[in-house]
């Protein structure tokens, strides 16, 4: 079953959705991390059950991230979102460590992708369905810009700002 709950933070209020696994209320895999006004973010759906007590872990993590406490989330994941390739960026998102910033570039040659390789980068980051805790964030432009934010670039900026990442 897909369960789903808010999240208030400095970012505005965040959709958290998940899919439980196994007995009602065991543990939630998290499917979707949306804030607000994002382009693509999830919409609830008819269907989904408001549980925001199977998002009280993440929640804390939450909190202990926007207050500085935390620097890398320990979130189960849903299997099955998004195509090899943008799994593959995803899980090179994973490894930036906080405070950090790489480039489209860099993670596209991490992929095996460089070159052209840099624009489908950003298409599968621009799709990364778990904002803030998979951190595309931290990916910049070669250039030291922020580039592209499913979230608007202020909140890139806010991300960055309270990892106290520098960009180029």
């Known amino acids: 079953m897909t369960v789903y709950a808010y ?11 998940g899919e439980e696994t196994g007995p009602e209320g065991a543990g939630t895999a998290l499917v979707s991390l949306s804030l607000p006004e994002q382009k693509g973010g ?16 993440i929640a804390a993590q939450l909190t202990a991230y926007f ?25 090179a998102l994973e490894d930036i460590p906080y405070g950090e910033t ?3 570039g860099e993670i596209a040659a991490r992929v095996g992708s460089p070159g052209a390789g ?11 369905p778990l904002l803030v805790v998979r951190p595309c964030h931290r990916v ?3 250039d030291g810009a922020l580039r592209g934010y499913a979230a608007g670039l202020g909140r890139k900026e806010r991300l960055l700002g309270l990892e106290g990442a520098r960009t180029r």
């Not at 999240?7 to 959705?17: F, H, N, S, T």
């Not at 999830?42 to 872990?57: I, Q, S």
């Not at 989330?73 to 299997?79: G, I, Q």
């Open 102 to 104: 790489v480039t489209y």
């Open 7 to 17: 999240v208030d933070g400095p970012l505005g209020a965040m959709l958290l959705v």
């Open 42 to 57: 999830a919409v609830v759906r008819d269907g989904w059950r408001h549980a925001p007590e199977a998002f009280e872990g």
């Open 140 to 142: 910049i432009g070669a």
């Open 67 to 91: 207050a500085g406490r935390l620097t890398r989330f320990d979130v189960p994941y849903a299997d099955g979102a998004g195509t090899d390739f943008q799994r593959r960026v995803w899980r």
């Open 118 to 128: 840099v624009r489908a980068v950003g298409t599968a980051i621009g799709r990364n």
